[in-house]
């Protein structure tokens, strides 16, 4: 299983697919123009301050709303690790896990960690925050390799012998 130390970004209850990523930028022409808007409803300098590898925190119904697509592609662009939340809304759920984006739910890590602390995660295992370890449910192996290939289209194309698009 993959362990990493990152640092963490919190966020709060019912962080919208509009608080990720508003409407009024969709018509960028790139998840690469779009990305230095994503929570700037909530938060406008946030996407400039996270950095590669980085975690968000979230609280309960993390991609509630609109089924955008785009939620998940622009978290995933800002090289954020994974998503940590009390729950997801499920259709950003599945559209995170298309899109390779790692979410593991934990119902109590939201509470205790700070923002700019740093945690440390083991796959499918636990969280380490505080000197204490919060278990976390294993991802069916089917999701687990297409988080790692990248995402459904990419897996697919490695499960049928095609190179992965660029």
């Given at each position: 299983?993959?362990?990493y130390k990152s640092k963490v970004w919190v966020l709060g209850d019912d962080i919208d697919t509009d608080i990720i990523i508003p409407t009024d930028y969709l018509a960028l022409k790139t998840i690469e123009d779009m990305k230095k808007y994503a929570f700037s409803p909530l938060r406008?300098?946030?996407a400039g301050q996270?950095?590669?590898g980085d975690v968000i925190v979230a609280g309960k119904n993390f991609g509630c709303g609109s089924s955008r697509e785009q939620a998940p592609e622009i978290i995933k662009a800002l090289k954020v690790k994974c998503v940590i939340a009390k729950?997801?809304?499920r259709i950003?759920?599945?559209n995170a896990i298309n899109n390779g984006l790692l979410l593991i739910e934990?119902?109590?890590l939201h509470d205790v960690v700070e923002e700019g602390q740093e945690i440390e995660i083991c796959v499918n295992q636990f969280i380490k925050c505080n000197g204490k370890e919060y278990p976390i449910a294993?991802?069916?192996q089917n999701l687990v390799d297409i988080i790692n290939a990248g995402g459904l289209v990419q897996a697919?194309?490695?499960q049928n012998g095609l190179e992965p698009l660029k």
């Open positions: 299983m993959e362990t406008p300098e946030l996270i950095t590669e729950s997801f809304a950003f759920f599945r934990n119902p109590d294993s991802l069916p697919m194309r490695k």
